[in-house]
């Protein structure tokens, strides 16, 4: 198990724990598995019920959570610092010690299942799942972390706990702290909690500096695609992108920029100004980059009145030919920049971003990358860069649509 820790001011701690277990890694018929095994975490340990894992930390005023992505999951807790012995030795408990009574399965199930189903009435999520399996079908990428219903009801007791005996190993996972003590009270509290908590733990607690975990290698590149899909809606949803470059790729940079700029989580963003304030043609409209070890999605998203959608389609296409042709100005370019540092920094203040960003960060390259070294990288973008990065990520020949209608 490897280890990263960062001092803070705050009497607040947090601790993750992070396992490489997310939907990436499920075999073919068993889609939503991770997921699944993340909900049955919380119901029960071989020394604590349901009730007990569920009241232990509020009971001190804290909060425990769980979540799964497509390669990872995660088991976080927020508590006071003198009460972060106690948090990272119950995360250690259900990491080695859940039982996952049947009852609580059954029970689990029904909740997934509906969770799907309420998914299913949320189209403006729902469609990046559908774009992505599209965009990545043939790749673990493909499937949905919540998963498909058909696979969901077919999981027992013995799948779980296979999955769970596979996954939840000490060399496949990585804690993280931030807290105010010293770093080595910390790590003595997790190595401690991994020697009673793990039998098998034989290598004990490592640092973080680590071999970055690689992915499956290159994967399936399918040709764009066009899909119009009848929702019978008033309002239209679209999803139009492309692959592009994975978490090792120095690119990744420029092009985290290069969609802020397009449609960052500010009013400023240039499809917001547009679509929205200047014409009022939609709803929402953002873009984002997924990224993983070996793949990535830059994918632009609006909601929109169904007679509007052409319009919109057109003027993107504008912006994004814009960019793919033209240098941003010097001060277009330094206020772009000096918006996504900022955004960093804000963030970089919340201890639960930063010990889930540094989890994540340690298990994709093998140590946890800083905030001023990703800001060095950031400060160092040139216009050219952005222009070229337009040109290959948004291609028009390489774009695929999804549209909800």
């Not at 490489?20 to 340990?45: M, S």
């Not at 680590?210 to 899909?229: H, K, Y």
């Not at 990744?252 to 969609?259: A, G, H, M």
């Not at 222009?387 to 649509?401: G, K």
């Amino acid at each position: 198990m490897r280890f990263a820790f960062k001092r803070s001011l705050s009497p607040v701690a947090y601790c993750a724990l992070h396992v490489k277990a997310g939907t990436r890694y499920e075999d073919k018929n068993q889609g939503g598995l991770a997921h699944f095994t993340e909900h049955l975490l919380f119901k029960g340990t071989q020394t604590k019920s349901a009730n007990t894992v569920n009241s232990f930390i509020e009971r001190l005023g804290g909060e425990l959570n769980a979540y799964t992505t497509k390669e990872e999951t995660v088991i976080h807790a927020t508590v006071l610092k003198e009460d972060l012995r106690k948090a990272v030795g119950l995360l250690m408990d259900i990491a080695f010690r859940c039982t996952f009574p049947d009852r609580e399965i059954e029970k689990e199930r029904g909740v997934v299942l509906e969770e799907i189903n309420t998914y299913k009435d949320s189209p403006a999520e729902q469609i990046y799942d559908d774009f992505e399996e599209y965009l990545f079908a043939g790749t673990p990428l493909s499937m949905p972390v919540l998963g498909k219903a058909r696979y969901l009801k077919k999981i027992d007791r013995d799948i779980v706990c296979a999955y769970y005996r596979k996954m939840f190993r000490p060399e496949n996972m990585y804690f993280t702290i931030v807290a105010g003590i010293e770093e080595s009270r910390a790590r003595d509290m997790v190595s401690k909690a991994l020697e009673t908590y793990c039998t098998s733990a034989s290598n004990g607690l490592e640092d973080g500096e680590g071999e970055a975990i690689a992915g499956s290698g290159q994967l399936v590149v399918n040709p764009p695609f066009t899909r119009s899909v009848s929702r019978h809606s008033h309002q239209a949803h679209c999803v139009m992108g492309a692959r592009a470059c994975p978490a090792y790729d120095s690119r990744r940079i420029p092009l985290s920029l290069l969609v802020n700029i397009l449609g960052g989580p500010m009013a400023n963003s240039r499809l917001n100004l547009i679509l929205r304030e200047k014409y009022g043609l939609v709803y929402s409209v953002d873009a984002s980059y997924g990224l993983y070890t070996d793949a990535g999605a830059a994918t632009i998203y609006f909601g929109c009145e169904k007679a509007n959608v052409q319009r919109c389609l057109t003027l993107i296409e504008r912006e994004l030919r814009s960019l793919r042709e033209e240098l941003l100005s010097p001060r277009a370019l330094n206020s772009a920049k000096k918006q996504l540092l900022g955004q960093m920094a804000i963030a970089a203040d919340n201890g639960e971003a930063q010990v889930l960003s540094m989890g994540k960060s340690l298990m994709t390259y093998g140590r946890v990358i800083s905030n001023r070294e990703t800001a060095e990288l950031i400060s160092g973008i040139t216009a050219e860069e952005i222009r070229d990065t337009a040109a290959e990520v948004f291609n028009p020949e390489n774009m695929s649509r999804l549209l909800y209608i």
